[in-house]
């Protein structure tokens, strides 16, 4: 028998470890009953072992690449984006990401919008999308909780324990739109704590969606604002300006839960997404970011 001009030696041959790996290979994956063979000759140790090790790859080989359409709250842009390179690089599955505020999510979604899964910025949104029949319950996790900061791209404005809240002229306090937005309801109920709700409320100025109020108080038309600790957070502590990150005791827990929607309940790069969310890379992203879990 000849392969490209070259002679395969018989099974019992000596010289059978030159040819080995091809041969077997192909044999092994054609006739089951080499497999007997590889296991009972001595000759063919270097084969078996190049079978293994192809057989052992073969799982974690996604068959297919596929494409995943995620809706990723505001507050997680950054560690998402990353989060979604790194998949693609680990799996070969590719997630198609948009932005914005949960509660939009949560309208296109019952209007239609095609997206597979939801990254909400509560755990409120995901759930209510299972009870519309939108979402796959057994789908549903708990993948990030937020930390919300007073910041102020101003270096020393915003002190430590938050009394600027208190004892400050400022004009503008940006936050986001509470009913729209978990990080602004979770700016509301620390005010209302604190006993300012009422007297600041004139000086509100509201965004969209996380995303646009950080753009408020980084741009300076508001001087200061609630933001989502993420997107000032980096290495270990707030990388600019000055903030006062609000303890949680002051409202309710900011807790940002996953959920596969059913467009994507048969979307193997939904679930492969899913699984790498709950893995160590992605976890080591997100906390670097500045959440819990």
């Given at each position: 028998?000849?392969?490209?001009?070259?002679?395969?030696?018989?099974?019992?041959d000596?010289?059978?470890?030159?040819y080995?790996p091809?041969w077997l290979l192909?044999?092994?994956i054609q006739?089951?009953?080499?497999?007997?063979?590889?296991?009972?000759i001595?000759?063919?140790?270097l084969?078996?072992?190049?079978?293994?090790?192809f057989?052992?790859?073969?799982?974690a080989?996604?068959?297919?690449?596929?494409?995943?359409?995620?809706?990723?709250?505001a507050?997680f842009?950054a560690?998402?984006?990353r989060i979604?390179?790194?998949?693609?690089?680990?799996?070969g599955?590719?997630?198609?990401?948009?932005?914005?505020?949960t509660?939009?999510f949560?309208?296109?979604?019952a209007h239609?919008a095609?997206f597979?899964m939801l990254?909400a910025?509560?755990?409120k949104t995901?759930?209510?999308?299972?009870?519309?029949?939108l979402?796959?319950?057994?789908?549903r996790?708990t993948?990030a909780?937020g930390?919300?900061?007073?910041w102020?791209?101003q270096?020393?404005l915003?002190d430590?324990r938050?009394e600027?809240?208190r004892?400050?002229s400022f004009e503008r306090?940006?936050?986001?739109d509470?009913?729209?937005a978990?990080?602004g309801?979770?700016a509301?109920?620390?005010l209302?704590?604190?006993?300012?709700?009422?007297?600041?409320?004139p000086r509100?100025?509201q965004g969209?969606?996380i995303a646009?109020?950080?753009?408020?108080v980084?741009?300076g038309?508001?001087p200061?604002g609630f933001v989502a600790?993420?997107?000032?957070?980096a290495?270990?502590?707030?990388?600019?300006?000055?903030?006062w990150?609000v303890?949680?005791?002051l409202?309710?827990p900011i807790r940002?839960d996953?959920v596969i929607?059913k467009?994507?309940?048969d979307?193997?790069?939904?679930a492969?997404l899913?699984?790498y969310l709950?893995g160590?890379?992605?976890r080591?992203i997100?906390?670097?970011?500045?959440?819990d879990f």
């Amino acid at each position: 028998m000849a392969v490209r001009g070259r002679k395969i030696a018989h099974p019992a041959d000596n010289a059978l470890h030159e040819y080995a790996p091809q041969w077997l290979l192909y044999f092994a994956i054609q006739r089951p009953e080499f497999l007997d063979l590889i296991t009972k000759i001595p000759a063919l140790k270097l084969a078996r072992l190049y079978f293994l090790a192809f057989a052992l790859l073969l799982p974690a080989l996604p068959s297919t690449a596929a494409e995943v359409s995620v809706a990723v709250a505001a507050n997680f842009t950054a560690p998402m984006k990353r989060i979604a390179a790194a998949f693609e690089q680990d799996t070969g599955h590719k997630a198609a990401l948009a932005f914005g505020s949960t509660g939009k999510f949560y309208a296109q979604i019952a209007h239609g919008a095609p997206f597979q899964m939801l990254l909400a910025a509560d755990d409120k949104t995901p759930a209510r999308l299972v009870q519309d029949g939108l979402a796959v319950d057994s789908t549903r996790f708990t993948y990030a909780i937020g930390k919300l900061v007073l910041w102020s791209g101003q270096p020393g404005l915003v002190d430590g324990r938050g009394e600027i809240l208190r004892t400050g002229s400022f004009e503008r306090l940006a936050l986001a739109d509470p009913k729209l937005a978990p990080y602004g309801a979770a700016a509301i109920e620390s005010l209302t704590a604190l006993g300012e709700l009422e007297r600041l409320r004139p000086r509100f100025v509201q965004g969209e969606n996380i995303a646009q109020t950080y753009q408020f108080v980084a741009t300076g038309n508001a001087p200061l604002g609630f933001v989502a600790l993420s997107q000032v957070y980096a290495d270990g502590h707030i990388s600019q300006g000055s903030g006062w990150i609000v303890p949680a005791k002051l409202h309710a827990p900011i807790r940002q839960d996953a959920v596969i929607l059913k467009n994507g309940a048969d979307n193997p790069a939904a679930a492969a997404l899913a699984d790498y969310l709950h893995g160590e890379k992605a976890r080591g992203i997100i906390r670097a970011f500045g959440y819990d879990f």
